[in-house]
């Protein structure tokens, strides 16, 4: 698959750029905050974690693939994806008997390639 097209509607594969610059936005207020972190809440589990670097490395992808892909049985993935439907983040498309899902905001990209950056930096500058 060429991973700079989804076949999936709402898929967008271009980088979170048309959202205004961290700096440029208004301090956020207390309900901000708290779907903020709800948004880090969602995203503090492992599994979704790995489900979703897996989906930003291969784009879409079905329970199955996913499920091998992580060392996990595919009923544990699918409950891990639904929560990630549910929560905006993650879109699906039905392709025959098999539900292939995708991210739904390239926002999410960009976060996890941020936090693993800030994991691999402050681990070297404690070490």
């Known amino acids: 698959m060429n991973k700079q097209t989804s ?17 440029d936005r208004p301090l956020i207020g207390l309900p901000q905050a708290g779907e903020l972190a709800g948004v880090f ?8 974690l790995r489900i979703l670097h897996a989906l930003a490395r291969d784009g879409e992808v079905g329970v199955s693939e996913l499920a091998e892909r992580i ?3 595919p009923q544990g993935v699918s409950n ?10 993650l879109c699906h498309r039905r ?5 292939r899902y ?16 800030l994991m691999e930096d402050s681990r070297e500058r404690h070490e």
């Open 95 to 99: 392709d025959g008997n098999s539900i």
């Open 7 to 23: 076949p999936i509607p709402g898929c967008p594969p271009e980088p979170c750029s048309t959202k205004p610059l961290l700096k």
């Open 80 to 89: 891990q994806l639904q929560r990630l439907v549910d929560r905006g983040i």
């Open 102 to 117: 995708c991210i739904k905001d390239p926002c999410v990209i960009d976060l996890l390639d941020r936090g693993l950056c």
């Open 41 to 48: 809440k969602m995203l503090a589990n492992d599994t979704r």
């Open 71 to 73: 060392g996990m049985k």
